[in-house]
């Protein structure tokens, strides 16, 4: 309700206060709003544009979707032809790129104003920042978790212990899981750069330094492969030929076709296990050896941010907050962008919750004192190729092509290089 | 030569009526061509536009360091020489590029000579088996094609599933590093529709006597084929030739979707100009992956003419003998 006063009445004051805002005036005007995802996002999201549509009718909205590879492909020629959408989402290497190449409209003058910030926690507006101003607002939570198939840890005899399992004690139990029941404990999660990071933070280092430099060397993520590599030898982990397909989606996901019992994965992906997976899933934080940083981040999952040359960036922001602060809005759109990033919002999406939103609710609020503010956890421009050198040089290290020191000597060499260090 | 000769008497007539036209106004003439260049001025148009501008742009390029938001700075040869001492991975995506061509090639084209002999032969329902046969080819470059030779080759798929059946165990071939290049060249020779309905066509001329001639001296089917069919078709041939061969080296959705965008489990089947797709636009490297092309360009064209000069060796065409 509160929210509800609050938006109407910033509504009506930037209506009257200011003649030089074009959104007050009768023009009408049409902005471009695209994203990435899948149908239901899409779905949810065309819907919200509709509503808001209906409440600022001299605004129109066209919205335009697609896969991810796409998205970004298309995006980045449109944007370096100079014809960028007004209202783009975006990702961690997305919004390095984009930001450290000057092509985000700095946000900081609609903060408080059209664009109202107040109910999102810091923690996850700091992900949008840089050098100190707001260039992207998060789109909802998440966070990373481990997912795993309770009968199959209930046969093997395996639970999580109380206080969260050390890595050691991991790696033995998902050695149990494999002797027990002849199937994988868990994905082989040493593909993606992503829960190295959280390795990294959890042992108080990070992926990327504040001023844009590569935060670890290769003695960390040799060490961190090669605890991998003791797992794999025991079956503990997947086989190289099922752990090279994976992406994070659900539909190449290892433990989704049954060929591990648990995985490492982000919160905001739970939905579509829920949907895709046959048996009933458990959900625990991610192991660590340290008491204090479970590395685990309040992370956006995506961002939008407004493009710098875009001519109607009052209606874009306009818009943005609608799409982040409305209730009706936060309800239609549900938990296909994380949970909603304003937390009056989430309140009532989670209360109303079923099911797979249910279940991103309660672990959210089980470890919401555990995570980190994700300004810690900001990538810089030349992160994408990072993130797939990194994947394709462990390929070679778990088919036997390139030992665990070469590999990770070989990550930090391009990385470097991909830095411009 | 009687065709050649032939073509040189048309040609030569049509010089003589040229030659007797200037009787004309030369004002009328004129007015013709005008008259053609409009009619030739949309492809006109289309090729400066589309063809020639954004390949002189880019041969630009391939001397600059160019991220797409940054004015593109020139950097003289440091592409190609980068490319050619230092990148690795361009020299597995060259290796993977020549295995690629070396045996999907000769493959696809044995396989469409075969199947066009079975079809070249007056049979109930050839009509339908040749289109059935050429169907592949039009789907071919799909991306959903290419999704279910993934599906087909993947984990739990139905080759791993028929192999099962005799007791082998491959697991998912298109995760394999070993196995993966070999998918992607099965799909290649899979779509040997376009070669086999140009071989269809070059069986058809050769003559009938040729044949029968054969058969008098007691040629069998075998000796048949490689002293009358195949000399008869190797013009034929060598069209396909050239022409597969610069589609195996600009070949890329196959590899793309089958090797999950990345080219194949540890750079398996990192083809050249899926390399040069990551180069530009994965990691914003639009002058070195312009110089790749240049390169691809210039090496297409190399092996291009070193087939002619060889075909003069192995290529016979009709009429040639009687002079």
Redo the contacts between chains.
Sequence with gaps: MLVVAAFTLAGTLTACSSSSDDVSSDSKQTIRFVWWGNEDRAAATKKVVAMFEKEHPNIKVQTEFSGYPAYVQKLTTQIAGGAAPDLLQLDRPTFGEYQQKRQLADLTPYVGKSLKTEKIPASLLAGGKADGKQYAMPAGLTTELFVYDKDIFAKAGVSIPEDGWTWKQFAADMTKVHTKTGQAGTTDFGWAIDWFESWLHQNGKQLYTSDRKLGFTEGDLEQYWSMLASMRKQKAVTAAEDTTKMDGSAQNSALVAKQSSSEIAYDSSVTSYVSTYQGKLGYAPLPSDSKTESGMAALPPVYYGVAKTSSHKDAAALLLDFILNDPEAGKALGATRGTPPNSDVAKTVCSSAASADKEVCDFQAKVSDKLSPSDTWLWPSGSSAIKSDFQRIYDDVIFGKSSVSAGAAKVVENAKQSLGQ | MPTIARARSVGERAEASAAKVPAQPPQRRRQRSGAAYVFLSPWLIGAALLTVGPMLASLYLSFTDY????TPRWVGLRNFERMFTQDDRYWNSVWVTVKFALISVPLKLAVALGIALLLNKPRRGTAFYRSAFYAPSLLGASVSVALVWRSLF???GAVDHFLGIFGIHV??LV???RYALLTVIALAVWQFGAPMVIFLAGLKQVPSELYEAAALDGAGPARRFFSVTLPMITPVLLFNLVLEIIQAFQSFTGAFVIG???GG???SALLYTLYLY?RG????EMGYASAMAWVLLVVIAIITVLLFRSSRKWVFYAGEGTR
């Design positions: 991220n797409l938001f940054d993947g984990s739990n697991g998912s995760d394999q590093p999950s965008g990345r489990p540890s750079d990551q636009f994965n990691n914003f």
